[in-house]
């Protein structure tokens, strides 16, 4: 197998990356690995997404950028990349099937994932009232009363933002001490809505087809209590899907791939890095399509100067 592009990850950037480099005739791989879609599969209404009025479901977004990349000839196959040489030319991707697919340029758009707090109930009710994204599903909990678990800046960052629309928030952290900024710790703490439980930990989220509470423990004495709640937030950080690219590429402390700023060159010429392996910051589904698009404009300068 030999082509001129091969991407690595099925989110908005690489099927982005992917429309771009076959419209722009290139023989174009992209390699899907085990969650074809990333995570806009466990999103229900995205309507954010420019053009679409109305709202899409993350799936059907995600099933509408693969036909349109396989509309101009994006080969897409079902397999996960286990192994990289990025240094050789053409660069090699082992398969999980066990063959090498030999590649010109590699554009790396293999995502982040969120973390989870692993309890009982939370990925049974993922996508009906367990969310890790507050911009995306914050709209469905108008004068609803949720919870956001994590003390980081994230965790205010969602609960500031969800009080545009519940009625409550509640912040649940495993200690005392925050490690948000003072800046964003604050704002929630002035905010009327927002309310603190400190040295608590979630330990199971319950309801059968919607979340109707969490059962909540007490870390200083271990009792514990069934709370009655409409949504369970997990701000609790992510991580870049970046583990078999760290040996070779440049990553900063947190493993995020490094790019030349304002591009998606990695350190080593002819791949490059788009969406939320990059982005710590904006991770939008639109703005991962909006690197997915700038990498595979770059892997056809680069082809076609550079390689
Ligand atoms: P952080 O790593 O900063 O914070 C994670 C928080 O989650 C910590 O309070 C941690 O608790 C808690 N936590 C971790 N694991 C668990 C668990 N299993 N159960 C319960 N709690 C847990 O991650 P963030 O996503 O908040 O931030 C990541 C980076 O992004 C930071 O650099 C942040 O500044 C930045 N950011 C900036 C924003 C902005 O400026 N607008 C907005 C959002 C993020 P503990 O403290 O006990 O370890």
């Avoid at 806009?40 to 977004?61: A, F, K």
């Avoid at 609803?144 to 965790?155: E, F, W, Y």
């Avoid at 709640?229 to 690219?245: M, Q």
């Avoid at 440049?250 to 995020?256: E, M, P």
Wanted: hydrophobic share 40%.
């Amino acid at each position: 197998m030999s082509y001129q592009v091969g991407i690595i990850g099925a989110g908005p950037s690489g099927y982005t990356a992917a429309i771009y480099a076959s419209r722009a005739n290139l023989n174009t791989v992209l390699f899907t690995g085990l969650e074809p879609g990333g995570q806009l599969m466990l999103t229900s209404d995205v309507e954010n997404w420019p053009g679409e009025e109305h709202g899409i479901l993350g799936p059907e977004l995600m099933a509408k950028l693969r036909t349109q990349a396989g509309r101009f000839g994006a080969e897409i196959k079902e397999l996960s990349v286990t192994a990289v040489d990025l240094i050789s030319h053409p660069k090699k991707l082992t398969l999980s099937n066990g063959t090498v697919a030999e590649c010109e340029s590699v554009i790396i758009a293999t995502g982040a994932s969120a973390k989870w707090l692993d309890v009982h109930g939370e990925a049974k009710l993922r996508g009906r009232g367990v969310s890790a994204c507050a911009t995306c599903d914050g709209f469905f909990f108008k004068g609803k009363n949720v919870a956001v678990v994590g003390g980081g800046d994230s965790a205010m960052e969602e609960a500031n933002f969800l009080t545009k629309f519940a009625s409550s928030v509640t912040v649940i952290h495993r200690s005392a001490e925050f490690k948000a900024s003072k800046i964003m710790l604050t704002r929630a703490q002035n905010n009327p809505k927002i309310s603190f439980k400190m040295n608590a930990k979630v330990v199971e989220v319950l309801g059968e087809d919607r979340v109707t509470g969490l059962k909540i423990e007490n870390l200083i004495d271990q009792t514990s209590a069934d709370l009655p709640f409409d949504g369970l937030f997990v701000a609790i950080g992510h991580f870049p899907n970046s583990a078999i690219f760290a040996n070779q590429l440049t990553v900063d402390r947190k493993g995020y791939i490094t790019v030349l700023t304002g591009t998606t060159q990695t350190n080593i010429p002819g791949v490059f890095a788009a969406g939320d392996v990059v982005d710590h910051l904006y991770r939008q589904a639109v703005t991962a399509a909006g690197t997915g698009c700038i990498a595979a404009l770059e892997a056809e300068r680069w082809i076609s100067h550079g390689a």
